[in-house]
């Protein structure tokens, strides 16, 4: 019984183990397709606390802005977004541009999602 396509096949008695490692290893593969698709369609690059704010007004997922780091925006980004907070820390990728809310160069690259 295939859980992503909901069909059922008939699997081969002999080589039995071996058919069902090869199903396991495309339903796995499925699963990480799938995951990182939901993943692709739920990241979003943004660039301003306005289009921040729009954005959480009827979507929700990640949002990736580069911020200055200033800890009073995070609380402003908190209170005039509707509960929305940093994440995560991109550890990975050097800042670059200014800064979503105050317009200051950027010193980390954030994601920001809303708590429901
Ligand atoms: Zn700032």
Known sequence: MDRLSREKR??????????LGG????FQT????????????????LGTLDEVIAHFRD???FVWVQ?????????????????????TIDED??????CFVCGRP???RVALAKAY
């Open 10 to 19: 008939a699997l081969p008695a002999a080589g039995l183990a071996e058919a």
């Open 23 to 26: 199903e396991l290893q495309k």
């Open 30 to 45: 499925r699963l990480f397709e799938r995951a990182q698709a939901f993943q692709r369609a739920n990241t979003f690059e």
């Open 59 to 61: 979507r929700g997922g």
């Open 67 to 87: 911020w200055c780091g200033d800890e009073a925006e995070e609380a402003r980004v908190k209170t005039d977004a509707g509960g929305v907070t940093i994440r």
């Open 93 to 98: 990728t050097r800042p670059s541009g200014n």
């Open 106 to 108: 950027a010193t980390l």
